[in-house]
C-alpha cells in the first residue's frame, strides 16, 4: 500500500492554532512562510523537545515542540513558567529553553476531536508502528489504512494508524489479517482526554511538568 496521507481539515470551532499544533500563522505552515527565526540551536534535535502549554488559567492544553514554544513567546502570546537549563544561540544572544509556556489570552478549548492529519495521528499513536510496535522517528513512518483504500476503507480516525514502511510494505494492499499482522489496539479519534494522557505519560521525563499535571 502505497503511504496514505490524511487531509486535515479544520472544523467550526475546533483548536486554535497556537494550541493545536496546526500551522500558527508565522509559525510552521506548508508553504514555509514562517518569519526568519535567527536561533540556532547547539542540536537540531533540541528545538523538537516537548514543551507543555498551559492556558492563561494554567491548565495544561497541550504538548508542542521547543521551536514552536519559542516562536510563540517572541510574539508575545505566552510566557515561559518553567525553564531547561539548556540553551540556544543567535549571533547576538542567547536565550533559555522553555520547558512549560503559558499563553497569555484564555483560549475556548472545545470539547471535540482534532483535525485529522498526519501530526495528531502520530501524536495519538505516539511514534510508535501500530503492527511492529517499535518507535521511529515522524520520517520514518507513515499512514496505514487499516481496511485499504481498495477495498472501500476510508481515511479516518478509526482506519488509519501510524505505521513504519517495512510493515507498510509488508502489509500492501491486504487487511492486517490478511497480512498476518496484529494492531497494536484499535484506532479511536484524538479527543482531549486522549491529549492528556500523553501529556501525563511525556510528563514523568520531566519533573517540572508535575505540578500542572496533578501529580
Not at 509556556?101 to 476531536?113: E, F, K, T
Request: glycine fraction near 6%; proline fraction near 7%; charged fraction near 25%.
Amino acid at each position: 500500500m502505497s503511504p496514505a496521507r490524511a487531509n486535515a481539515s479544520e472544523s467550526r470551532g475546533s483548536y486554535p492554532p497556537e494550541v493545536a499544533g496546526a500551522a500558527a500563522p508565522g509559525s510552521d505552515g506548508p508553504a514555509d512562510s514562517r518569519p526568519y527565526n535567527p536561533m540556532t540551536p547547539r542540536r537540531a534535535s533540541l528545538m523538537q523537545e516537548p514543551v507543555l502549554v498551559l492556558n492563561a488559567t494554567y491548565e495544561p492544553i497541550n504538548v508542542t515542540a521547543v521551536r514552536r514554544a519559542m516562536v510563540l513567546m517572541l510574539k508575545g502570546v505566552a510566557q515561559a513558567e518553567e525553564m531547561h537549563s539548556a540553551e540556544v544561540h543567535s549571533a547576538a544572544h542567547s536565550h533559555k529553553v522553555p520547558s512549560v509556556i503559558r499563553l497569555l489570552a484564555y483560549r475556548h478549548i472545545p470539547q471535540q476531536s482534532r483535525a485529522l492529519s498526519r501530526k495528531n495521528i502520530l501524536l495519538r499513536d505516539r511514534n510508535t508502528c501500530q503492527f511492529c510496535g517499535r518507535v521511529f522517528s515522524s520520517s520514518e513512518l507513515t499512514l496505514d489504512h487499516v481496511v485499504p483504500r481498495s477495498r472501500g476503507g476510508r481515511s479516518s480516525w478509526e482506519n488509519l494508524v501510524a505505521c513504519c514502511y517495512r510493515c507498510n510494505n509488508g502489509k500492501g494492499d491486504r487487511t492486517p489479517e490478511e497480512a498476518g499482522l496484529k494492531l497494536a489496539r484499535r484506532p479511536r479519534p484524538f479527543t482531549l482526554h486522549t491529549s492528556r494522557q500523553l501529556m501525563r505519560l511525556i510528563g514523568h521525563r520531566d519533573e517540572r511538568w508535575r505540578k500542572y499535571l496533578f501529580y
